[in-house]
């Protein structure tokens, strides 16, 4: 649980937004040839999984994000709008094109390979985040990814520093986590995997060899993180706060594709923390959305609800 001084206000969702070409090998992967297998194409970016996520869960949420304006932006924004986002302070930038992301996946639904193009998210700029200024004074809470341009990022925290309210952060990948080293103290939660907690580990890890998921979760408390949840893939979550620890089994599913995943975990235990559910339970509901995101050919499940959760709660 967390305290907001706005608990009924909306939650900020900065960062990316693009779309998803993801591909599955029929069989191996073998690199330098053609490889037969099924492909999909899906809105996604971390930013905007984020808002889709909390707003089936029942969130009023505003999405502050940058594509191009072409046909993929304009799409991106319109499906957002229909389920409810706010997307009035999302920027359409002209001769930019709209970020994507291209991931290659085994025949096991393990990512191989991820490609992204998110250079449109740098007209996020801190000159257009102080123009949504206001909308921190009024909000439950912010969650950014780490696709935000550093100054964008320092920009963002201030603003909710000055405003009391708490930030909840998506490290994205190990490449981008290292933006969210200066800011760790002023982090209400944290959801890296384990590559990304690993980066984030790293500088100030005292012991030999690389943190296990766990250690990793609770190292990052200990350097002023208040919530941090390390994803293990198929083993499940390990969590850490400043009242304890613990790991959650991931729930045996179907993998069909994992892309989204993360984004459904972090969006979950936010929302749920938010709602005063315990962390325990939050964590829980967060590995349950993950599983139903796994199984749909979605970035999003469709699916998603806080009813739907509950009847499949581990």
């Known amino acids: 649980m967390t305290t907001t ?36 194409i899906s809105r996604g970016g971390v930013a905007r999984n984020l808002a889709e996520n909390l707003q089936r869960l029942g969130a009023q949420t505003i999405l502050i994000t940058a594509t191009g304006d072409d046909f993929e932006g304009r799409e ?67 969650v950014v990814d780490a696709n935000l341009p550093p100054k964008s990022l320092n920009a963002a925290m201030r603003m909710a520093r000055l405003a009391g309210i708490p930030v909840a952060a998506d490290p994205t990948s190990p490449s981008l986590a290292t933006r969210f080293l200066p800011h760790l103290k002023a982090l209400w939660l944290i959801s890296p995997n384990q590559a990304e907690a690993a980066t984030l580990c790293a500088a100030t890890w005292p012991g030999e060899g690389p943190p296990d998921a766990l250690d990793s979760a609770r190292h990052l408390v200990s350097l002023g993180v208040q919530i941090a949840i390390v994803s293990r893939a198929e083993f499940g979550v390990s969590y850490a706060s400043g009242s304890g620890s613990g790991n959650v089994p991931a729930l045996k599913t179907e993998v069909l594709d994992p892309t989204g995943a993360g984004d ?42 806080l009813e739907r959760l509950y009847d499949e709660l581990i």
Request: charged letters at 20%.
């Open 5 to 40: 001084p706005n608990p009924e206000g909306p939650i900020l969702v900065i960062g990316s937004s693009g779309i998803d070409i993801v591909g599955r090998s029929l069989e191996a992967v073998q690199s330098g040839v053609s490889n037969p297998g099924k492909l999909r």
């Open 76 to 142: 991106i924004l319109a499906q957002a709008a229909e389920l409810g986002v706010d997307i009035e302070h999302a920027l359409k930038v002209p001769g930019m094109q709209t970020g994507a992301y291209l991931a290659v996946l085994e025949s096991d639904g393990t990512l191989e390979l991820g490609i992204d193009d998110m250079q449109v998210t740098q007209a996020l700029t801190p000159d257009h985040l102080k123009t949504c200024e206001p909308l921190f004074e009024t909000a439950a809470a912010v």
């Open 264 to 305: 459904a975990l972090l969006a979950t235990v936010v929302f749920a923390q938010l709602n005063d559910i315990p962390l325990d339970e939050a964590v829980r509901l967060g590995v349950t959305a993950a599983a139903l995101t796994l199984r749909t050919l979605d970035t999003v499940s469709p699916e998603l609800s």
